[in-house]
């Protein structure tokens, strides 16, 4: 899993913010861009344009202001095969860790993108640990937990429904689906510095 990869990386046919359109779901709102790695296998990366990272970011502090809605969740990935997510991850503004590319191979979902995280999603915990260093904190919690020889791993996110309807899989913090949205909020308005943001964070992780 790259953080943020360096190779020419496809992008979504551009939807209008006007469209009724779900914007980050589904496969077939995407154009791909296909690279032959083997004689038989073709790696796909489905990936967000730069106009949505601000879209992102805006969604998580309009949640907070009851003007988009969005779910906390937590998914198991089996990373037992590859070792790896199989997704691409961002840091954008305000230490906003969102998921920027799904890696494909021979059509077939990826780990991350197989236990339900989606393009867009943010990112605030792995194994329940909060993502203070963004990228940095989930590239070395994955490393540590491949090294001791884990086959699975619990990423913890925020999925905005106006960007992505796509059902939750895994577990749902039940009604704390504003509890992040408002650490990241407080943070904003300097209500809560950067150190009580994931303080807060951590004790709903724990």
């Known amino acids: 899993m790259k953080a943020f990869p ?3 990386v496809p992008v979504r046919s551009k939807i209008p913010s006007d469209s009724l359109e779900d914007p980050l779901s589904h496969a077939s709102e995407v154009d791909y861009d296909t690279t032959t790695i083997a004689q038989s ?3 796909e990366n489905l990936a967000i344009k730069k106009a949505d990272e601000i879209r992102i970011v805006a969604s998580l502090y309009n949640a907070a202001r009851k003007q988009t809605t969005g779910s906390i969740y937590s998914v198991i990935v ?3 095969e590859t070792g790896t997510l199989s997704i691409g991850v961002k840091d954008l503004k305000e230490n906003v860790l ?3 590319m ?3 191979l021979d059509t077939r979902p990826g780990p991350g993108e197989a ?3 989606r393009l867009g999603d943010i990112i605030f915990g792995i194994n329940f640990i909060p993502t203070r260093n963004g990228s940095q904190t ?3 919690v994955l490393k540590s937990e491949v090294k001791r020889g884990k086959k699975h791993i619990h990423i913890q996110g925020w999925r905005c429904m106006q960007l992505c309807s796509d059902e939750i899989s895994g577990f749902r913090f039940t009604r704390a689906d504003e509890v992040i949205v408002q650490a990241y909020a407080l943070f904003r308005s300097k209500v809560f510095s ?3 943001r994931w303080n807060f964070i951590e004790i709903l992780l724990g």
């Open 115 to 117: 236990a339900g995280i």
């Open 41 to 43: 296998s073709v790696v």
């Open 102 to 104: 799904l890696k494909r």
């Open 6 to 8: 360096s190779t020419s």
């Open 194 to 196: 950067n150190w009580e």
């Open 78 to 80: 089996d990373i037992s």
């Open 138 to 140: 989930l590239i070395e």
């Open 98 to 100: 969102a998921v920027s």
